[in-house]
């Protein structure tokens, strides 16, 4: 069995689980678990959007 | 002349006790991740990192992912090893079954090559926060 993600996908899910996974670790109560977490993932896919125009620019 | 050197040495604190969660949860975290939170009773924190570390590194597999194992070649083989060894029962059972056999031919299957290692990185991270809480460092 094989699944075939295009790239944003694959990005998205990398960047919820790495966000989860940040938030757990990287902060003490549950609150700041949440906050950080969706800060990693804002971060994680703005990143990549930004770095996705950047490249058509360049391509340009 | 002692004096002064003994001034210069730090304080040495004291060394916590050493107990048997702080080493029986790292151990167990690295097997299955997710589980050195677990079995110390963080429940939500545990279920969240088996699942997210989990689908990381079963759909690196879907996606045809490769599957690095020991060796002593290039030095990006040798870090997808160590990144791959981080999810420890997975990257065991993977290995026994034969599988992470994909090559790297299209950009799918570097991904999912990508996401294993990245699953194995992110289970490292959850032993150090596994024995954190083990030895108190954090609630």
């Not at chain 1, 670790?25 to 990693?40: A, K, N, Q, V």
Request: net charge positive; glycine share 12%.
């Amino acid at each position: 069995m094989t699944i075939q993600l295009t790239h944003f996908s694959a990005a998205f899910v990398f960047a919820l689980f790495a966000s989860i996974v940040f938030g757990i670790t990287h902060r003490e109560t549950s609150r700041d678990m949440i906050r950080y977490g969706l800060y990693c993932f804002v971060m994680f896919l703005g990143g990549i959007l930004v770095a996705g125009w950047v490249m058509w620019l360049v391509r340009r | 002349m002692a004096n002064s050197t003994t001034a210069k040495t730090k304080a040495v604190e004291p060394a916590q006790p050493a107990s048997m969660m702080s080493i029986i949860a790292p151990a167990v975290g690295w097997l299955i991740p997710g589980a050195g939170h677990l079995i110390q009773r963080r429940w939500i924190r545990g279920l969240l990192l088996l699942v997210s570390i989990g689908t990381l590194f079963v759909l690196g597999l879907l996606m045809q992912g490769h599957i690095y194992k020991a060796n002593g070649g290039d030095i990006l083989d040798i870090l997808g090893f160590i990144g791959d060894l981080g999810a420890g029962g997975m990257y065991i059972a993977t290995l026994a079954l034969n599988g992470g056999q994909g090559a790297i031919a299209f950009a799918i299957a570097d991904y999912g090559t990508k996401f294993m290692i990245v699953a194995g990185l992110l289970n490292f991270i959850a032993v150090a926060d596994a024995y954190h809480i083990a030895i108190g460092k954090k609630q």
